[in-house]
Structures are given as structure tokens and as C-alpha cells.
């Protein structure tokens, strides 16, 4: 081969700083996977040659609370089990996603889940869960707010343990309500806070991000107005009965619209979460968002942590959420956690009994308390430690009273993307064509004749 | 002036070999080859040829993965749903527009950066070369977040550093829109991949033989006259099996997209509406057939290169 010397140049030059240096990293790397990989079988076979004692608890990402209740019922327990958390990836969607393959895939070790309500019917109709015995499901709704029992319950059976209910509210700042002149003691509607928002110069924060999130607030409109997403048949695809295009949908259309299009929006809309819409209610330009409880103790952690002024959340107010139509009840969004048993699971009446002492009253108050993540148990809005933190607790309770659930349906996931695809962005949507076109599309994606 | 390359290989044969047939020594070393790459080859077949068999098989099936009892054979259904759907041409638009600019960028900035590594001082070289492969060694996912914190309107830094630009704002909302987000994707993918590129144009550039330079420069052909005439076409099939890689690579773009909009806007590209039917909608059937198209494009590109421009992948191997 000509002219070898010349191309071998930086070949060799390259190769030969690595192996000294490398073959040892090298060597000890192998070392250390073998170990790993010894380790992982050894504790598997704990798992395993333990029997029927270790639970395995896949938990959504948490500010540490549900570890530590895993922990107090293991002690609850007196050695009759352990519970042992895995954490989920962030977002609900995801979630889904990796508890449904290992699911598919028979996984024993999934003993209990939290499971975000919407995804329910689809693990029960696949056969996912475990089926909640009588008296265990005559306890666990007992003093239960209605939404959480209906978020756990597929075909009229429940099969799921109601264990956190969360809500949205209305966050204002009390110095912009004020300012503008809106009697926040009343309800009040989405125009009437653009509106005050526009006139202050201050923000409205909704999600606006192509995500669960706008599905979440959709759905909100489109049930104050008075309509539903799924208006008959939700078990069966082939026959499924959208309420997009009704005039119901056309108003909560008119609402995103209105919201979306107006200065109050904020540049990022379209891309904005639970999480920014939450940094732009804290910013200066704050006036009114609609989000979660944890808005409150974010803020005060915040000024714990010493990057936000005390006086900004003593501004601070909720309400329930904005209505549609002045004369009709606003419908909240409802979501929080509910706890599956694994299908699989080795353990289902151990695992049961470790749900009931996890939904325990006062694990859910503590859970209130530290994570902000409002309770399922109406006993729980009464507790006086509750109110001291949460002095907004009794409008959250209010709210999830009124709250209304997404469309229950083993095909969520494809209407709620089917939705994300058709009403984002939130400032082209157009009462009159895109609740038709949402209609079409989740049809022809349902009956398997689109892609999503 | 004509372009200067050394004359063919075969040139430079020894005049006694044997002409036709095998000798004992070649067929020896034949079988020697195939008891190395034996098990190497078997692996592969087992770890690629076996899952793209199960994914062509899995796409005639209209499959959901939550749903096995109904399992039902549609035949080439899956594909006509697929090829119908304006969302796949729009999909395929995307994943081409971000193949070809990021490839022509990458190229032309790579090229630079393999000159900077060969011109650069004996001390300097290691540094350099590490300096930018930097780039390519962090993982995909931790750059698309690294660039869309700083292109964020809340957290970025973008727009408050670059508001001089034309069509920068403070309020800028980069994931707002298909053009602005495909650009930070194809920024990204850039940043990330450009240290590929240039490691393979570099190994290229080493392959020009000094000769043919100072027989230029005798001839008084200038620095541009001798990178046009002298060094790129030394350099083409380097150049070829650099575009090659790097164009399969770009075709198959899904973390970045993944990371920064979630498909928003019109920004998903082929690999990500697999992802969404397979992994998110579960349905088995439709998702493998969309692998499939994709594992086509990916083999017609390949095949596209070879026999059109000629690609001799032995040749940039210096066989």
C-alpha cells in the first residue's frame, strides 16, 4: 500500500497514548460491572428467597413523601412486609409508558403503583390490575371525596385505592385583584380575569405546552361548559362518541382562544407547564394562574431558600376555578394518584394491606403537609396542622367536590395526544373548524386509519 | 489545471503475482478470516438481522400490545395506513431537512476543524483533538437539554445575550414555532456531531500524500489551488464515507427532538412517529411498520451512496 507512513500518522499516534492508561481503567471498569451485574442477581435472589415479605412500590417523582410513608407502614406492619419504592420517570405519560411494557412483559415485581387516574381504565381493561377485594374496597372509600372514587373505578367496579386527589384552583394576587377591581369572593369567569390581567399589565398563566397539561385544562373548559370530550361509548373505539364538536366544545374552544390570544398570555404560552406558568406567577408580571396546590409551598420554599421576597407570597390568594359561563359551576380539573395492585404481583393481599395503611388518614395529612399533594379523605380537611399549612385547604376541598375527571377510557392516551395534536398551538385554534377536525382525526386514529 | 491524484493501485502489483485461481496461502487465510469475524458475525445477525426480521414480521399485524387476544393479520394494512397519512410526508420532509443541513454545516465546519488538528503544533495536537471531540462524547440527551436550558425563555441565556441579532427578542419563544425550534434542534445536532465528522475527514487528510503538495507547490500552485486540485480529490473517498455515516446518523435523529419539543409544532421527524405509535400508542403492528419504512430510507440512502457516488468503503479503510 503506497504512502502508508504518511496516513498511519495520527492512527498510531492515537492508539498509542490510549492502552497504558486505558487498560487499567479498562480492566477495573469490567471489575466493577461484574460486581454490579453479581449484585443485581444476589438482590434479586433476596427479593425472591424473602417471599412474600418485600413489597416493590413504583412511585411517581415526589418530594420524598411517599418514600418515608413506605417506610412508617413498613414499621406499621411489625415485620410482616416490606415496602420498598422504585421511581418512576417525571412525567405521567412516561410513566405509563414503562409501567405498561413491564406489565405486558408479566413483571412480578410490580406489587403497588401509583397510577395517575386517566391511565386506570386502560390497566384495568388490560387486565393489569389486581382485583381489589370487597371489604378492602368498602374501607378505602369510606369518607373518600367523590372524584377520587370515580377516578378509581372502571365498569362500576373500583379497582384502584383512592390515595391523593389533586385539584386545580385559581392562584391570584391579591394586590391585582384588588387593583383591578374583581370581587375575587365571588366566582368569577375567564374573561372577566383576562380582562383584570390585561388591564394591570399583570399575566394569566394556563398550560398552553403541547402535553398532558393542555388536555388537563381542555377538559376543564370544555366540562364547565357543560359538555364532555367523550360524550358515549367509551369502552369501544369502533363505536366512540366525541363531544369535540358540540356546541359545548365550540365554547371551551372560544376560551382557549380568548386566553391564548390575549396580552395576558405571556410570550411563551405555547410552551408554558405547570412549572412555568408557575415561575411567571411568581415573576413580578404575576397576576392569576390556574394551576395545582403546589404552587403555595413552592413559593414558600422559595423564601425559605432565600431567591424570593416573603411579601410575595403573603400575596398570595385561591379561588376555585375561573367558570366558562357566569351562570354555570365551574368543573376543576381532577387528578392526583391512585394505588394499583400489580396483576402479577406475588403478594396481592399483602400488597392490599400495605394500600390501606399507605391511604391511612394521617399519611395522607402528613403527605398534605410536607408535599403539598391535597388528600382523597374528606377527615383530612378538618385536620388542624392541615389548615395551619394549608390555609387554602378548604377551597381545594370545595374544588374537588366540583372537580370532573378526564374522559375515562381504555384509549385516553390516543384522545388525549389526539387532542394535544389538534388544539396546539392554543392561538390557532378556531371554535368553528377545530373541534370538527379533533373529532375526525381521534376517529380515524381510534380505528386504527391515521397516525398520531 | 487538471486534478492530481496517484496513479490506480493495481499499478503497483508485483508483476509476478498469479494470474486467476486461489493459492493455498489465500485460502488459508480466507478460512483464518471467517474463524475471526466468525462469532463477531453471528452476534450481529443475532442482535440486528433478528429484531429488523421480528419488526417486518410484527408490521403485517394489527397488534395492540394491550390487546393480545386480538391479534389479527392485516397484511401490508399497517403500510397503506402509513403512506397515506400526510403525517408521515410531513415527518419525512423534517427528518430530510434536518439530514441536509446538519450534514453540509457539519461538513464544511468538520473539514476546518481537521485542518486545525493537522496544521496545529506537535504539543498542541493531543489537547486539540480532545478539545473537540468533547463534543461528541457527551450523551445526545444531556446536549439537547444542555441547549434548550439555554435557549429557554425562562432560564436561557440566548435572548438576553444575543438581543443585537435581527429577530431576536428578549421574548423570543424558541419552541414556539416549527422554524425556530428546527433550527435549535439542527444546532444542536451540529455542536454534537461535527468531532465525528472531522475525526474521519482527519484520518482523510493524512491520506494526501506530501509529494503530490510540494509537487504543487514547485509547480506554483497556491494554498486554494492545491486545497481544490490537490488535497480534496485525495481526499474523496474519506469525504464520501464521512457524508455516508454521518447522513445514516442524522436520518435516525430522536433524542433531541424528543427532549426539546416533544414533536410540537410539526418538528417530528420518522424515528419519533415510530416512537409515538410504538412505545406511547402500543400499537405493536403500526409501529414496526413504521421502523420498517424507516430501516428502508436508511438502506436506500446507503445504497445511494455506494453506487451512485461510488463510496469504496475498503478504500477509506486504506486497503
Not at chain 1, 492502552?19 to 460486581?35: F, N, Q
Request: with cysteine; net charge negative; hydrophobic share 45%.
Amino acid at each position: 500500500m503506497p504512502y502508508a507512513a504518511d496516513m498511519e500518522e495520527p492512527q498510531t499516534r492515537a492508539t498509542t497514548v490510549r492502552p497504558a492508561a486505558w487498560g487499567r481503567s479498562r480492566r477495573s471498569l469490567a471489575g466493577a460491572a461484574a460486581l454490579l451485574v453479581t449484585a443485581g442477581t444476589l438482590a434479586a435472589c433476596g427479593s425472591d428467597g424473602g417471599g412474600a415479605s418485600s413489597l416493590t412500590w413504583y412511585i411517581n417523582p415526589d418530594a420524598g413523601g411517599q418514600a418515608e410513608i413506605a417506610s412508617r407502614c413498613t414499621e406499621a406492619s411489625g415485620g410482616r412486609y416490606t415496602i420498598e419504592t422504585a421511581v418512576l420517570p417525571r412525567d405521567a405519560a412516561s410513566q405509563r409508558e414503562q409501567l405498561i411494557r413491564r406489565l405486558a412483559a408479566n413483571d412480578a415485581s410490580i406489587d403497588l403503583m401509583s397510577l395517575d387516574p386517566p391511565f386506570i381504565p386502560e390497566f384495568a381493561e388490560a387486565g393489569f390490575l389486581a382485583p381489589v377485594p370487597e371489604d378492602v374496597a368498602e374501607r378505602v372509600t369510606e369518607d373518600v371525596v367523590e372524584s377520587a372514587i370515580e377516578g378509581s373505578t372502571w365498569r362500576d367496579e373500583l379497582v384502584a385505592v383512592p390515595f391523593w386527589a389533586n385539584t386545580q384552583v385559581l392562584w391570584y394576587r391579591t394586590s391585582v385583584a384588588e387593583a383591578a377591581g374583581l370581587d375575587m369572593s365571588q366566582p368569577v369567569t375567564w374573561e372577566q380575569i383576562v380582562e383584570a390581567a390585561e388591564s394591570q399589565g399583570k399575566l394569566v398563566g394556563a398550560q398552553g405546552a403541547r402535553a398532558e397539561s393542555l388536555t388537563v385544562w381542555f377538559n376543564a373548559l370544555i366540562e364547565s361548559a357543560g359538555g364532555s370530550i367523550i360524550a358515549e361509548n367509551a369502552e369501544d373505539p369502533e363505536d366512540i362518541q366525541l363531544g369535540l364538536d358540540t356546541p359545548e366544545g365550540q365554547r371551551a374552544t372560544e376560551i382557549m382562544q380568548l386566553v391564548a390570544e390575549s396580552e395576558a398570555a405571556g410570550a411563551a404560552f405555547s410552551t408554558s407547564n405547570e412549572d412555568s406558568s408557575a415561575t411567571g406567577f411568581e415573576s413580578e408580571n404575576g397576576g392569576f394562574n390556574v394551576n395545582y396546590p403546589f404552587v403555595y409551598p413552592r413559593a414558600l420554599g422559595a423564601v425559605e431558600a432565600g431567591t424570593m421576597d416573603a411579601s410575595v407570597p403573603e400575596d398570595y390568594a385561591a379561588a376555585v376555578y375561573p367558570r366558562v359561563d357566569e351562570d354555570t359551576e365551574a368543573a376543576p380539573p381532577y387528578g392526583g394518584i391512585n394505588l394499583g395492585v400489580g396483576a402479577f404481583s406475588e403478594s396481592p393481599e399483602l400488597a392490599y394491606e400495605a394500600a390501606e395503611c399507605i391511604v391511612e388518614d394521617e399519611n395522607q395529612a402528613y403527605y398534605f403537609v410536607t408535599n403539598g399533594n391535597p388528600a382523597s379523605a374528606t377527615s383530612v380537611y378538618d385536620d388542624e396542622e392541615v389548615l395551619e399549612a394549608f390555609p387554602m385547604a378548604p377551597v381545594i376541598r370545595e374544588s374537588l367536590e366540583l372537580a370532573a375527571p378526564r374522559p375515562q377510557s381504555p384509549y385516553y392516551n390516543e384522545i388525549s395526544v389526539g387532542i394535544q395534536r389538534s388544539y396546539h398551538p392554543p392561538s390557532t385554534v378556531d371554535p368553528g373548524s377545530t373541534g370538527e377536525q379533533a373529532n375526525e382525526l381521534i376517529t380515524a386514529v381510534l380505528a386504527k386509519e391515521d397516525l398520531l | 489545471m487538471t486534478t492530481t491524484t496517484l496513479p490506480p493501485g493495481k499499478k503497483t502489483e508485483p508483476v509476478s503475482a498469479p494470474k486467476g485461481g486461489i493459492s493455498d496461502r489465500a485460502r488459508s487465510e480466507r478460512k483464518l478470516g471467517w474463524l475471526l469475524a466468525g462469532p463477531a458475525f453471528l452476534v450481529m445477525l443475532l442482535v440486528t438481522a433478528y429484531p429488523i426480521l421480528q419488526a417486518t414480521y410484527e408490521s403485517l399485524f394489527d397488534f395492540r400490545l394491550t390487546d393480545p387476544d386480538n391479534r389479527a393479520f392485516v397484511g401490508l394494512g399497517n403500510y397503506g395506513v402509513i403512506l397515506s397519512d400526510p403525517l408521515w410526508w410531513q415527518s419525512i420532509g423534517v427528518t430530510a431537512f434536518i439530514t441536509v443541513v446538519t450534514v453540509a454545516v457539519e461538513l464544511v465546519l468538520g473539514f476546518g476543524l481537521a485542518l486545525v488538528m493537522v496544521k496545529a503544533l506537535r504539543a498542541l495536537r493531543p489537547v486539540l483533538r480532545a478539545a473537540i471531540l468533547i463534543p461528541y462524547a457527551v450523551i445526545t440527551v444531556v446536549s439537547a437539554f444542555a441547549w434548550q436550558f439555554a435557549f429557554d425563555i425562562n432560564s436561557g441565556f440566548v435572548n438576553s445575550w444575543f438581543t443585537w441579532l435581527p429577530g431576536v427578542a428578549a421574548d423570543t419563544d424558541w419552541f414556539g414555532d416549527k422554524w425556530t425550534s428546527l433550527l435549535v434542534i439542527c444546532l444542536a445536532e451540529i455542536w454534537k456531531t461535527t468531532p465525528f465528522i472531522s475525526l474521519l475527514l482527519l484520518a482523510g487528510l493524512a491520506q494526501v500524500p506530501e509529494v503530490l503538495q510540494e509537487a504543487a507547490k514547485v509547480d506554483g500552485a497556491t494554498r486554494w489551488q492545491r486545497m481544490w486540485k490537490v488535497t480534496i480529490p485525495n481526499m474523496k473517498a474519506a469525504i464520501m464515507v464521512a457524508l455516508l455515516f454521518r447522513t445514516l446518523d442524522a436520518f435516525r435523529v430522536f433524542d433531541t427532538i424528543f427532549i426539546m419539543t416533544n414533536g410540537a409544532n410539526g418538528t417530528e421527524s420518522v424515528s419519533f412517529l415510530a416512537y409515538r405509535q410504538t412505545i406511547a400508542r402500543l400499537e405493536i403492528g403500526l409501529g414496526s411498520a413504521v421502523s420498517v419504512l424507516l430501516f428502508l430510507a436508511v438502506v436506500l440512502i446507503a445504497f445511494t451512496f455506494i453506487k451512485l457516488f461510488k463510496v469504496d468503503l475498503a478504500q477509506a479503510r486504506g486497503e
